[in-house]
């Protein structure tokens, strides 16, 4: 059976740590330039850009919060 990107279930990484998601990120940037017609991968990754950016903003308070 051939690979079928909208079968595919991406895990996403288990913690709010920055450089997890920066590189789930570029995981699914990967995907979705090999598959740029699978919604699911494009879905996907929109989450988790979501979620990078998120990650980013409380990681910047807590900076904030520590100086």
């Not at 079968?7 to 995981?27: H, I, K, N, T």
């Not at 940037?29 to 988790?48: G, I, K, M």
């Amino acid at each position: 059976m051939a690979y079928d990107p909208e079968l595919v279930v991406y895990e996403e990484p288990g913690s709010l740590d920055v450089d997890d998601w920066e590189r789930f990120c570029q995981q699914m940037r990967e995907e979705a330039r090999r598959y740029p017609e699978s919604q699911h991968v494009r879905l996907t990754l929109q989450s988790a850009e979501r979620a990078l950016k998120q990650c980013r903003a409380m990681r910047a308070r807590l900076d904030a919060q520590a100086a």
